[in-house]
């Protein structure tokens, strides 16, 4: 089982809806997806977005215990994610150690059991400075740059994992940024329904269900 941990924000869970789908169509293992929900985790301290420092408490909250790899929330997966932990060594975390430094921690592959992961209590998380920088270890690998491709900052190409870092192009101040038709097609699929009737046609609910339906359709409508 791959756990992986995605920040959430109430006020985008279009985004969240995606990125959830993106990843667990892609991956060619079972995955474990757990939104960063800041009510439900021991810890108050909030940023710029609601998961601004809980993401930190990723190996807390696996019991410092196995892998686990934290996603922001503003991201497509357009890889396998079984690709990134075939990837892990003995190092405490593993990032994509791009040269905007701030976003180090924006994708991060945990080696849970790490001893230098045990400072990761949410007290420590909760006032500690500089997290960001991965200030709590020097025991930092590298994940190759395809996996968290800076949209606006890094130059365009083939990439496993888009970050959408300025913001979704579902908003006009971002949507010409790049890698918007990629987006766009992935919240098109994970919104798609199928017909009722493909989906119900040839169970039991459906003769009573249309016969409803049919009686329905021919009563008189209400006067307006």
């Known amino acids: 089982m791959l756990h992986v941990f995605i920040g959430y924000d109430p006020r985008q869970p279009v985004a969240y809806n995606v990125l959830h789908f993106s990843l667990m169509r892609r991956a060619s293992r079972p995955v474990a997806i757990t939104p960063l929900v800041i009510q439900q985790l021991p810890l108050k301290r ?5 998961f601004t420092f809980s993401r930190f408490l990723v190996p ?45 921690a924006s994708v991060m592959l945990f080696n849970c059991a790490h001893p230098d992961n045990r ?22 690998g590298s994940l190759p740059p395809e996996w968290n491709h800076l949209v606006m900052y890094d130059p365009p190409k083939p990439a496993k994992l888009v970050h959408y870092t300025a913001g ?12 918007a038709a990629e987006w766009m097609a992935e919240f098109k699929q994970a919104t798609q329904i199928a017909p009722w009737a493909m989906l119900m046609g040839s169970s039991i609910h459906a003769k009573p ?10 009563q008189p409508k209400p006067p307006a």
């Open 46 to 50: 909030t940023g710029l977005t609601p």
């Open 60 to 104: 807390h909250l696996c019991n410092f215990e196995g892998r686990a790899l934290f996603l922001d929330l503003d991201m497509l997966v357009q890889g396998d994610i079984a690709e990134l932990f075939d990837m892990a060594d003995d190092n405490a975390v593993m990032v994509v150690k791009s040269a905007s430094r701030f976003e180090w």
């Open 119 to 140: 400072k990761l209590t949410p007290e420590f998380v909760e006032t500690a400075e500089g997290l960001h920088g991965i200030n709590w270890t020097d025991k930092i």
């Open 168 to 179: 979704m192009p579902c908003y006009p101040e971002t949507k010409d940024l790049g890698y």
């Open 209 to 218: 269900v249309l016969e409803r339906f049919e009686r329905a359709k021919g």
